[in-house]
């Protein structure tokens, strides 16, 4: 009985239809690599899984993927115990003028830099060239100062012409960073319910590194927005590269299966409907 592999990234019956019409012919080095991943997860698993059990705890397992991701964290984890603090301070001063208010804060003291985090290194010394590192009782005296001089006079301004971009497309991590900071998901949360909308058709493949979007997801997600806001906020499809070193792009990036099925017309279930929201609105504006 002849043998063929078929690809697809989402659960919809277009998807599926196109993937059996476009059957290949298996790909032996694949098959190869997949061996190989087997018995890499044997070497590392046999071996390293029963000194887990009598040094750690039984029943826990170590393979070639969750064993490197441990050494990462204990790696970090020693950086974080080595790490020496560093005290400086700085000022902020709230300023306001026709109407408007904003934060400044105090970046020179005379011909020199005022010292941030980032001119200190992992030990607490200063590496920072030309920076002045401002002690309590400098910004003390120097907040009495400039109070002794209010109103203050704006003596110069700068400005610059700037491009601001979309963010790319959801990837594994970046959705769960989103879901975090936006709806303080933790990751296992985030990912459960990617795995029901995956499961369910609402969207692509939700795991995967890449930011690349396929050219019938850029077709559809363009016809989606001329069709809700009109031709003006299309003005051609965005390509992403990703910028991961080693990225297998295997997949494409998370996104809607069908772009016309806003947040507000799928009906989901709440924390389901919030991370669709996110990957709806993220691949929407990346366009």
């Known amino acids: 009985m002849p043998v063929k592999r078929i690809v697809f990234h989402e659960i919809t019956e277009e998807a599926i239809l196109d993937a059996v019409k476009d059957a290949q012919d298996v790909d032996e080095n694949l098959v190869r690599a997949q061996e190989s991943r087997r018995i890499l997860d044997r070497l590392y698993g046999y071996t390293i899984s029963p000194v887990l059990w009598k040094k750690v705890q039984t029943g826990l397992s170590a393979g070639r993927v969750q064993s490197v991701a441990v050494r990462l964290i204990v790696d970090r984890e020693e950086q974080r115990l080595a790490f020496r603090a560093a005290t400086y301070w700085d000022l902020e001063a709230r300023l ?30 200063l590496t920072g060239k030309n920076a002045r590192v401002l002690a309590e009782s400098d910004s ?4 009495d100062a400039l109070w002794k001089n209010i109103p203050w006079t704006v003596s110069s301004v700068d400005e610059k012409p700037g491009v601001e971009r979309p963010a790319p497309p959801f ?33 692509s493949y939700h795991r995967t590194d ?26 051609g499809p965005r390509r992403y590269a990703t910028k991961v070193k ?12 069908n772009f016309a099925a806003t947040p507000s017309t799928i009906g989901l279930d709440r924390d389901d ?14 366009q």
């Open 96 to 125: 306001s003028g026709e109407g408007r208010e904003f934060t400044a804060t105090l970046a020179r003291f005379g011909d020199e830099r005022v010292a941030t985090g980032k001119d200190f290194d992992a030990s607490g010394a």
């Open 140 to 143: 003390r005296a120097l907040v």
């Open 171 to 203: 990837t594994t991590s970046t959705l769960t960073q989103e879901a975090s900071r936006k709806l303080g998901f933790s990751t296992e949360r985030t990912m459960q319910s990617a795995q029901r909308l995956f499961q369910d058709g609402h969207i």
């Open 210 to 235: 890449s930011t690349t979007l396929s050219e019938r997801a850029l077709a559809e997600s363009a016809a989606a927005i001329r069709s809700m806001f009109g031709d003006d906020y299309h003005a």
């Open 246 to 257: 080693n990225a297998q792009e295997a997949h494409e990036a998370i996104r809607p299966s």
């Open 273 to 286: 409907a919030r991370i669709y929201e996110l990957i709806w609105k993220r691949t929407m504006a990346s």
